[in-house]
């Protein structure tokens, strides 16, 4: 993945970034999944609730996350089969585990943006006093970039 400073740097100064809260660029709709669901059953929640990800969630204990590249890596791209929903399920796919960072240590959007591109992820959890509290994903960053304000 490319450096995503470098994929920005085009459309704004790296200062806007240094002002930057995390909460003004992150979305705080976070739809969660269970890890036994089908993948067919999380590309369908996908659609219904037009996110690109989804909290993978089991005895409100964080596992992971699924992604729209996910789906698409693992599962169609290796012609597996996810129409059967007894076969291919979630945590079969899910990335894991799920990368955050918490508001109590930083409120900087670079600082996230320097933790993303150290795993090389394109979503991040964002955390406060232990809970998640929203998604941090590079499509509302480059929206930022552009002025465009996340709507949730």
């Given amino acids: 993945?490319?450096?995503?400073?470098?994929?920005?740097?085009?459309?704004?100064?790296?200062?806007?970034?240094?002002?930057?809260?995390?909460?003004?660029?992150?979305?705080?709709?976070?739809?969660?999944?269970n890890p036994d669901a089908s993948v067919f059953e999380s590309a369908k929640k996908l659609e219904k609730n037009k996110s690109s990800c989804l909290i993978v969630m089991e005895k409100d204990k964080i596992k992971g996350i699924v992604t729209e590249r996910d789906i698409v890596c693992k599962c169609i791209a290796k012609k597996r089969d996810t129409t059967d929903e007894k076969k291919l399920k979630v945590r079969d796919i899910m990335s894991s585990p799920l990368i955050t960072l918490s508001l109590d240590d930083t409120?900087?959007?670079?600082?996230?943006?320097?933790?993303?591109?150290?795993?090389?992820?394109?979503?991040l959890g964002i955390t406060k006093n232990g809970k998640l509290v929203g998604i941090l994903c590079e499509e509302f960053l480059s929206g930022f970039c552009l002025g465009i304000k996340n709507k949730s």
């Fill in 107 to 123: 409120k900087n959007v670079m600082d996230a943006i320097v933790r993303m591109n150290k795993y090389q992820i394109k979503k």
């Fill in 1 to 33: 993945m490319p450096n995503l400073i470098n994929r920005f740097k085009h459309n704004i100064n790296k200062e806007v970034f240094l002002l930057t809260d995390i909460e003004e660029a992150m979305t705080k709709k976070i739809s969660i999944i």
